[in-house]
């Protein structure tokens, strides 16, 4: 019984059933679109934490309001005006979400421009970081390093990574396209 999946002779080349991809071809849709990666997934998740984080303690000190002093702590760690690093990555995970060929050409620009989306999502965080936290010292200094460094580590990676580039390049084709010359019948 032959494999199905095999490493091609060249440049690490996958093929399945003589079809040729550039990377393992358990990581492209239905679609034949490659998909995001694990660590792209994860640095996404790294700038919408914010977003997640007031909503979460926003909704529990609704719920329980002046029940005890964590909530008041964790409050104040979860500033709302972090929010806004999160509105490029949630503009994008819009546009992951609606990545189809049927997609409009607004979901497509969007989703072409992913990695100008990071960093734009990067330097909003940083900004905000070091606005918030330089003249009143709230954040101590290897906390401050820490969440800097992150950020040039991950617009690094997605700038500088073959595979996140390629996966910002792909869309599924809109099969209407394809067509050039009416059918015959």
């Known amino acids: ?20 991809f550039k990377y393992h071809f ?14 792209l997934i994860g640095i996404s998740l790294y700038f919408v934490k914010d977003f997640f984080i007031v909503l979460v303690i926003g909704a529990s000190a609704f719920k329980a309001r002046g029940a005890s002093d964590e909530i008041t702590n964790l409050i104040d760690l979860a500033s709302p005006k972090m929010v806004f690093a999160s509105i490029p990555i949630l503009i994008l995970a819009y546009a992951w979400i609606h990545r189809n060929p049927e997609a409009g050409n607004f979901v497509r620009w969007i989703w072409q421009r992913g990695q100008y989306f990071i960093l734009a999502a990067a330097i909003i965080n940083s900004t905000l970081i070091l606005s918030s936290s330089w003249p009143t010292n709230s954040i101590s200094l290897t906390t401050l390093l820490t969440v800097l460094s992150l950020n040039i580590v991950a617009i690094c990676y997605v700038f500088r990574s073959e595979e996140v580039c390629d996966t910002f390049a792909d869309f599924p084709e809109n099969n209407e396209s394809k067509k050039t010359e009416p059918e015959i019948l």
Request: charged letters at 20%; proline letters at 12%.
């Open 26 to 39: 358990l990581r492209y849709n239905r679609y034949f679109s490659l998909k995001p990666s694990p660590l």
């Open 1 to 20: 019984m032959p494999y199905l999946y095999q490493r091609g002779p060249r440049y690490g080349v996958n093929t399945l059933n003589s079809s040729k």
